[in-house]
């Protein structure tokens, strides 16, 4: 998309409900990487419960497969509709406003719950420290703070972001250093002596999928600053590409490091293992470190799920998908504030029930029913836009394997998912398809059809299909 188009967009939108492109790729990099990073710290660990040792990464590597088939998808339709909202906006030129509707609900959902996970870490780490830490006036204020600053405004949230997450990833690669890479005593000489192989076979590793999506959930989150960005075309593959790179480093070496110095038993239970991985060693320095890094990494993935979550929110609000109310900005921060405000109590709300895993599930829930949709949206929008018809600042290559091999490895999480969290799923469904009735029945007729597809129509030749 060229500049005269974006500025363009900008003019379709009404005064009071823009948002200001002042974000590059060190922000774009900033704000998937800081979302995902506390997924390293925690969550992940999971998959050695299901899976074991073994099958936890494999897990980790399938999932790994399925996010560089996801990131291609989203850069791609992202690069061509600068928008607030992510894959709800590809929803909303795609499939139509129903799908787009739980499209961005998802997204609120998956973020406010992630949110509501990394409160929980908060609590529990400060409990372990010292159990008679009052853990709750904390975590409100730790929200407080960061709901403020993204109110304040994006680009000093993400730089803070960006400074917070190199800080907090640089405690894992200490870590690592730190237990020596090769040698009498180094990782891969005692990595057998603390794991358990593949206990449950290779169905262990379909187990184990579903938190192996904790090591990547919320890198897919860069498109939904894609409005925000000074070239999208440029911000946002790059950014993308180089903070999923980042992730999958990261992810590697986490596995290595804690599988090295935690029992797999005692490991698949952890609520933080890079944490205890640094008790084990018993270097104040290291715990230290290691307590820094772990609520750096939370404060990171809280404050991208504050912002991500807000502009879904604000981009429905715009579309008339829900009330109008949070689709103005702020006069002098030019934020989505209303929606900021918003979503805060939701979180905390979550965050108050104590039930991390079931918290981590129902987020992980919502984020494979939008990838599994944004699957379909890719082979839908090669249809309706085949190559040569509009400008793309990014070509998935390979089209359709991406979308192929997505819904393929998609199909075993969810199998893998079903397999413990039957009734979280039931439950999640069952809450979608009664948002959908909600919206059919009483919202939908405030949707200005005309309206919802302007942007679109004004940037593109008429589709295909």
């Known amino acids: 998309m060229s500049m005269n188009d974006e500025k363009q967009e900008g003019k379709e939108i009404e005064k009071g409900e823009a948002l200001s492109r002042v974000l590059g790729p060190m922000h774009i990099w900033a704000l998937g990487v800081g979302i995902v990073l506390v997924g390293e710290f925690m969550g992940w660990n999971f998959t050695i419960a299901k899976g074991g040792s073994i099958g936890s990464l494999a897990a980790l590597w399938l999932i790994a497969i399925l996010y560089i088939m996801i990131i291609m998808m989203n850069i791609e339709m992202g690069s061509v509709m600068p928008e607030a909202g992510g894959q709800y906006a590809m929803a909303k030129y795609i499939l139509g406003p129903l799908a787009a509707f739980n499209v961005g609900l998802m997204l609120v959902f998956e973020y406010a719950m992630l949110e509501a996970a990394d409160a929980l870490v908060v609590g529990q780490i400060l409990h372990a420290v010292n159990p008679e830490i009052n853990s709750l006036p904390y975590i409100i204020l730790s929200l407080l703070a960061l709901t403020y600053l993204n109110y304040r405004g994006v680009y000093a949230t993400l730089t803070l972001n960006f400074v917070i997450t190199l800080i907090a990833f640089a405690t894992i690669i200490v870590l690592v250093v730190s237990t020596g890479l090769a040698g009498e005593g180094s990782i891969a000489g005692g990595l057998s002596k603390m794991t358990d192989g593949l206990p449950y076979g290779f169905i262990g590793i379909a187990a184990a999928m579903q938190f192996g999506v904790w090591f990547f959930l919320g890198i897919e989150g860069s498109t939904l600053a894609a409005e925000e960005c000074r070239s999208t075309s440029r911000a946002l593959p790059t950014g993308a590409i180089a903070g999923l790179a980042t992730l999958m480093i990261g992810a590697t070496i986490t596995w290595l490091v804690c599988s090295y110095l935690v029992p797999a038993k005692e490991l698949g239970a952890s ?92 987020s992980i829930f919502s984020a494979l029913l939008v990838y599994v949709l944004t699957a379909i949206m890719m082979i839908r929008f090669r249809i309706m836009y085949p190559l040569g018809t509009i400008d793309r600042g990014y070509v998935a290559p390979g089209h359709p394997v991406p979308a192929i091999v997505a819904l393929i490895l998609l199909a075993f999480a969810l199998f893998g998912m079903y397999l413990g969290y039957w009734v979280n799923m039931l439950g999640g469904i069952t809450f979608y398809l009664l948002a959908s009735l909600w919206f059919v029945k009483r919202r939908e007729k405030f949707v200005d059809k005309e309206k919802f597809l302007k942007a679109g129509a004004s940037r593109w030749p008429k589709p295909h299909i």
Not at 322 to 348: D, Q
Request: overall charge positive.
């Open 271 to 362: 609520a933080y293992p890079l944490f205890d991985a640094a008790l084990k060693t018993g270097k104040s320095v290291l715990i230290v470190m290691m307590f820094v890094g772990t609520m750096l990494a939370c404060l990171a993935s809280a404050n991208g799920c504050i912002n991500d979550a807000s502009r879904a929110w604000f981009a429905m609000s715009r579309d008339d998908l829900i009330p109008s109310f949070f689709a103005k900005t702020h006069p002098k921060y030019n934020t989505p504030y209303r929606a900021i405000v918003f979503l805060l109590p939701i979180s905390l709300a979550f965050a108050f029930t104590g039930m991390l895993d079931q918290v981590v599930t129902f």
